[in-house]
């Protein structure tokens, strides 16, 4: 069975995003996603906003097509880890501390824009995240499988994850598709 969705998708809830979660939820149905996962940025968010996030998520899901509302974390060192199934807030900076606050609450930790650190990092930051992502702002995405194998000798166990993260591009052809739960 394949799903087709997004992930590491960004609302205008971050401050990179363009689109509201109604509008990416009407481009992605067009497109026959079955889901995708909302990764906002940790700095633009308290409680309240993580309420609504979870609140327009839901509003907006049906049982054909699926938004996760997703936590972006800035940590120290400029590092990103999104955490996949994550919506707790958390004060820590420390990317490993955040990953394993991640993992210990059921999410997975991904670590974000690794190409961002010439595709190295600490090995116990490694060992903290489930998975490593390959995203779209990635220059050059060529290089990617090459950085991500980099990494995968320090660590086997760890996948990489294809992320966007941005909103979704236009696709004339297919966003006149109106498509609604």
């Known amino acids: 069975m394949q799903i087709k969705g997004a992930l590491h998708v960004h609302s205008n809830f971050s401050r990179d ?14 497109r026959s996603y079955q889901f995708i996962a909302i990764e906002e940025h940790s700095q633009d968010r308290s409680e309240e906003k993580v309420e609504i996030l979870k609140k327009q998520s839901a509003k907006h899901s049906c049982h054909a097509f699926c938004i996760i509302p997703d936590i972006e974390y800035s940590c120290k060192g400029g590092i990103h880890i999104f955490g996949l199934g994550a919506l707790g807030l958390t ?23 690794p190409y961002r650190y010439n595709w190295t990092c600490a090995p116990e930051l490694l060992k ?8 779209g702002k990635c220059p ?34 297919r966003d006149q598709r109106k498509t609604r739960c």
Not at 19 to 26: F, K, P, R, Y
Not at 98 to 105: D, F, K, L, P, T
Not at 141 to 163: I, N
């Open 91 to 113: 004060p820590q900076t420390d990317p490993v501390v955040v990953a394993e606050e991640i993992r210990a609450h059921g999410g997975l930790a991904i670590l974000a824009h």
């Open 140 to 173: 050059p995405l060529a290089q990617a499988p090459a950085g991500f194998r980099k990494l995968q000798q320090m660590d086997p166990r760890l996948w990489a994850v294809v992320g966007r993260d941005f909103d979704l591009p236009p696709d004339p052809i």
């Open 128 to 135: 903290a995240v489930n998975n490593v992502g390959c995203d």
């Open 17 to 30: 995003g363009t689109m509201t979660i109604a509008e990416l939820a009407e481009r992605c149905m067009a």
